[in-house]
């Protein structure tokens, strides 16, 4: 069915519903009321017949007990005239004990006579009613009887008529079979009353056909008259036929209109969808003419901008393709030359969106536990419900699910309509999307190894990484504009960025890597003294940017050339490499340990004062002292050989004014615990005369006394953090205490 089609049906169904209903409601409400109203009118009918009827028996009653009452037989029979002359009965029958009629008033109804009290007859007419009474002597002797009686004629059916107000029929029997006695009923409604009446019995009222109702009245105790009543319908005649015009002329009328206000309606709608077929073949220059200023004539506005809109689009985004693809192997020169990761991800997806005219888009790379994390997100406000579309972090997808997980996992790019999945994958929702996985020879295995020893490489886990994929991470685009879904050519394009973002990573990574190692120590992991010397001038212009200490450990193994000597230089590597395992498991994450040259080893411990560094070397001596090294003998079998360490404590800027004077003064005190057995620490003499460096350093920060001196009072004006650095430098080794 066409749009015009169905709004003329919906506005027939709105408009001829109600009229419907409504007429139905007031055809069906008149009938109940009218039923109703003919129902009680009968009902009200037949409890005045059967007043009126026993009204005449009591009458009749009486006149026959004034007669029975005189004795006398001639005065008896001047009563019954008496009673006839005065209208109290139409005539007076005495009959004496042995049946015989003694006496009756002249002109007497013809029978038969039926008895108030008795069943009526059988079959026949009822010319009169009777009362009868018992004629007796003084003595109480039956003498015969005395009837009273008045004829049931025209008059008396018409003056119950009168008294009801409505129609009387008498039958001729109380089966009503018979042809009638009596009646006030026209004879044009007369054959249908006395039908709907033979359908009828006790107190139930029928309808006829041409509209009245009739009610069955007796015969009964008190009322022996077979009667019928009818009464005339009051509802105005032709009402049905009234309402079944209204309803036509409301549905011609309802046609009519609904037939123009669709037309109205349909045809701009008819009009615009004409141009958007030819947009969809690609003809631009469709335009629909503007015919009113309600929702459809702005919609056929919007639908002119929006072509006119999308013809300057796709040819700007046309020469922008064609100008980017040019200049593509420019751009990856570029970005292979630089070691900036987050610069260089931003730089590729920035262009991948603007070659392929999508409306957002994300890059993300697989961590070491099997989990793609957003590097750098453009467009993703809003398409993320509660999380921040800003910080691309919290993009996180298990490799394997959603889209951009199964990308990663099978190296296989994706594109087409989204299908949102259950449960969700934390992926941004959209209409459309492409994804396209990057990777670089070796890139899988540079990503997936770590050694847990060594600084900034977190453990490995071999179950994490998707097996086959080699894949370093995922280029994903969403929503492209002027399109519904993502082309081959969009497909080729990207797949030229992922690989260029794939050289990008690669390169960074292996900078990274070519960094740490000229900055730790091959065999513990630590930071080596090329390092030192860095990290020891930062820490001390940090605690003296913000007025707080910095604690320097030297420790030495104790013997350590015996160990040597007696099981040979592997052994001793175990036990140098088991040493920086302990330290490392003993020292906050913000501190720093160096392996200064042989079995000599430094830690720096940020924001701590000679008794918080006095603690460290009491945990560092004991967790040496305590637990011999396993290492392989002669001949491979294990042996524990028991190690212990020395430590000299310096504090700045307590005991030196500078990084390289706090060394001296921590290593002095090294060989002071040295001198005095070995197996314990010392701290440093503060030097004589004092340092007369001026530094800005808070009053808490002063050594108390006891001559132990204790750290400064946090920094609270918010500049920063305890252990922060200064500037960019390796991650710390330590996975903390």
């Known amino acids: 069915m066409t749009l015009r089609g169905r709004l003329t049906a919906a506005f027939l169904a709105v408009v001829l519903g109600p009229v419907l209903l409504g007429a139905f409601f007031v055809g069906a409400t008149m009938a109940a009321v009218d039923d109703s109203r003919a129902t009680e009118r009968l009902g009200l009918a037949a409890a005045g017949v059967r007043t009126s009827v026993d009204a005449l028996c009591q009458q009749l009653r009486a006149a026959a007990d004034a007669v029975a009452l005189v004795t006398d037989p001639a ?102 079979t018979d042809p009638v006695t009596l009646t006030t009923e026209t004879r044009e409604v007369r054959a249908a009353v006395l039908a709907a009446a033979r359908t009828v019995d006790g107190d139930r009222v029928t309808e006829t056909v041409d509209g009245r109702y009739v009610r ?46 669709a037309r109205v309606t349909t045809r701009p709608l008819m ?122 972090a919290t993009l996180r997808v298990p490799a394997g699910t959603g889209v951009v997980g199964t990308v990663a996992a099978t190296g296989e790019p994706l ?77 080729v394009t990207l797949r030229t960025f992922a690989a260029h973002a794939a050289v990008a990573v690669e ?41 707080r200490m910095l604690s320097v450990l030297a420790l030495d193994l104790d013997r350590f050339k015996d160990v040597n000597d007696t099981w040979g230089h592997a052994a001793g590597d175990a036990v140098l490499v088991e040493f920086a395992r302990r330290v490392r498991g003993e020292i906050r994450e913000v501190d720093l340990a160096f392996r200064q040259g042989g079995e000599e080893f430094v830690v720096l411990l940020p924001e701590t004062d000679a008794r918080g560094a006095t603690i460290v070397a009491e945990r560092l001596g004991a967790v040496v002292r305590d637990q011999p090294v396993p290492v392989d003998g002669h001949g491979g079998e294990p042996v524990r050989v028991a190690v212990t360490v020395s430590i000299g404590i310096a504090v700045y800027p307590d005991h030196a ?24 620490y010392r701290l440093a003499q503060p030097p004589d005369p004092p340092p007369t460096r001026e530094i800005p350093v808070v009053v808490a920060a002063v050594s108390p006394p006891d001559g132990l001196p204790r750290a400064g009072t946090p920094d609270t004006s918010g500049g920063g953090q305890g252990g922060a650095s200064s500037g960019p430098h390796p991650p710390r080794q330590s996975r903390g205490r």
């Open 75 to 176: 005065a008896r029979h001047r009563a019954a005239d008496q009673v006839v002359g005065r209208g109290l009965a139409a005539a007076v029958l005495t009959v004496d004990s042995a049946g015989t009629t003694s006496y009756a008033t002249p002109g007497g109804p013809a029978r038969p006579w039926q008895e108030c009290s008795s069943e009526p007859p059988a079959a026949g007419p009822v010319r009169a009613l009777a009362a009868e009474v018992q004629l007796r002597d003084p003595a109480g002797a039956d003498l015969g009887t005395v009837t009273a009686a008045q004829p049931v004629d025209p008059a008396f059916v018409a003056r119950l008529a009168a008294v009801t107000g409505v129609a009387v029929t008498l039958l001729d029997d109380p089966a009503g």
């Open 216 to 261: 069955r009245v007796g015969p009964s105790p008190g009322q022996p008259l077979p009667l019928v009543l009818s009464v005339p319908a009051e509802r105005p005649p032709g009402l049905h036929v009234a309402l079944v015009g209204a309803v036509v002329l409301a549905a011609l009328l309802a046609v009519l209109a609904a037939w123009r206000l």
């Open 271 to 392: 009009e615009l969808a004409g141009a958007v077929d030819r947009v969809a073949h690609g003809d631009l220059t469709a335009r629909v003419p503007v015919r009113s200023r309600d929702e459809i004539g702005r919609l056929a506005g919007a639908f002119n901008r929006m072509t006119r809109e999308t013809g300057s689009y796709v040819a700007a985004l046309t020469s922008s393709r064609d100008q980017l693809r040019g200049h593509l192997a420019v751009l990856g020169d570029t970005l292979a030359s630089t070691h900036d990761l987050q610069r260089i991800l931003r730089v590729i997806l920035h262009s991948a969106i603007a070659a392929t005219g999508a409306r957002a888009g994300a890059v993300l790379l697989l961590d070491g536990d099997g989990v793609l994390v957003g590097q750098c997100v453009e467009g993703l406000d809003g398409r993320r419900p509660g999380d921040d579309g800003s910080d691309p």
């Open 507 to 547: 390169n960074v990574r292996v900078h990274e890597e070519t960094q740490r190692l000229s900055l730790t120590d091959p065999l513990t992991g630590l930071w080596n003294y090329r390092y030192l010397r860095e990290s020891i001038r930062r820490e001390v212009e940090r605690a003296n940017r913000f007025g």
């Open 657 to 680: 004014a500078g990084g390289q004077q706090v060394l001296d003064a921590a290593d002095d005190a090294l060989y002071a615990a040295k001198a005095a057995g070995r197996d314990g």
């Open 415 to 491: 594109c087409g309509r989204w299908e949102p999945a259950d449960p969700p994958t934390g992926e941004p929702t959209c209409e459309t999307y492409i994804a396209v996985p990057f990777a670089a020879p070796g890139a899988a295995e540079l990503a997936g190894r770590g050694d847990p020893d060594r600084p900034g490489h977190p453990p490995a886990d071999d179950d994490a990484a998707p097996a086959g994929s080699g894949a370093l991470g995922v280029l994903a685009l969403y929503d492209r504009l002027g399109a519904e879904e993502f082309a081959d050519d969009d497909l």
